[in-house]
């Protein structure tokens, strides 16, 4: 599935990965493949992704910028502030107001 994270002044990740795990308002929830559509609120936490086949692109806060990788089964994690994502087509946005890599 394709997710995009966008803060109000970047994006932080662009790319396909195989699952990801979000801090839902309500508690914690795993996005797979051909999820049915949803639209839900997002409280601070983490944000736990695995990366699938292809190239995607990151932001490097070392680098200032973005990054491009095409390494498959990775982990990323980010921690976000509060947000929203929606899933629709195998496409998840999410919209949040901060991001930050984990380390």
Do not use: C, W
Not at 8 to 34: C, E, M, W
Not at 62 to 75: E, L, Y
Not at 79 to 84: K, L, N, P
């Amino acid at each position: 599935m394709k997710i995009s994270i966008l803060t109000p002044d970047r994006t932080i990740f662009q790319g396909n990965v195989t699952k990801v795990a979000l801090p839902g308002t309500d508690g914690s929830f795993q996005l797979l493949d051909n999820h049915a559509p949803l639209v839900s609120s997002l409280t601070e936490g983490r944000v736990t992704m695995v990366t699938a086949a292809g190239e995607y692109s990151y932001y490097d806060e070392d680098a200032k910028g973005m990054t491009k990788d095409s390494t498959a089964n990775r982990s990323l994690t980010f921690t976000i502030d509060r947000g929203f994502v929606e899933v629709l087509n195998n496409e998840v946005n999410l919209l949040v107001q901060g991001a930050r890599n984990m380390r």
